[in-house]
């Protein structure tokens, strides 16, 4: 039987992609706690033992022992969910499995459907995918040859391309923003409001496909209707009413942050 309130672990090196997943899970999965977090393989480890989660969300590239390693120390303890930047040798594995994994950077609909699979895999124990990871150790360790041989190009050539133009019609002439100057964007009915710290325009893209377009790690989502950009957060306070608030570089208005959102500045 499923546990009543599941508990997870969230294991990545980078500090921001931690921040988006647990805020991606709240919304997608309100009933699991996470339990702890872990910046490497090794960390994950000894938190598992010690907290002994149902599901360990694991990042596949971390400095000293990795997601795989980890993995197949914890596997008979807690169900794996892989995150991970396109590698097309560890989806062909994850493909043909048991193991469920989620692409960088995670949007809200695929979490869904890898949430409704633990939702079922939580009724059962763990499978014994201990084959599965050796495999997927193999073809990490071969992706690493191949990137090493290949250099510096074959890495930028791996990762995501993102957005980084807005085209924004202005009267009869279309203008280029470019995402760099971009404080937020903020639905508004049937339009997304893009706002610069010199001007405001409004696109018919929405924001939810403008959000799977972005660099999660330059955009976060603060609120279900408004995307701001981290590198332009001059200060997050809390009003009289406990509210969050945001105050952005050459903006004068304050932007709130929804409670479902608040995770993304857990230390205050």
Partial sequence: MAPMHPTALIADDEAPMRDQLRARLHEAWPALRIVAEAANGAEAVALALEHKPDIAFLDIRMPGMGGIDAARRMYERCHIVFVTAYDQYAVEAFEQGAIDYLLKPVTLARLETTVARLR???????????????????????????????????????????????????????????????????????????????????????????????????????????????????????DLRGRQMLRLRGYPDELEVSRNHGALFQQM
């Fill in 120 to 238: 079922r895999g939580l009724e059962h124990t763990p499978q014994d995918i201990g084959a599965q990871l050796a495999r997927l150790a193999q073809l990490a360790q071969l992706g690493e040859q191949l990137l090493a041989q290949n250099g510096a190009a074959a890495a930028a050539a791996a990762r995501p391309a993102f957005l980084r133009w807005i085209q924004a019609q202005a009267g009869n002439s279309l203008r280029m923003v470019s995402t760099r100057e971009v404080l937020f964007f903020q639905s508004d009915d049937k339009y997304t409001r893009v706002q610069t710290a010199t001007a405001q325009h409004l696109i018919r893209k929405p924001l939810k496909e403008l959000e799977e377009e972005l660099d999660p790690d330059e955009f976060w989502r603060i609120h279900r209707s408004t995307l701001v950009r981290v590198d332009a957060i001059a200060e997050v306070r809390r």
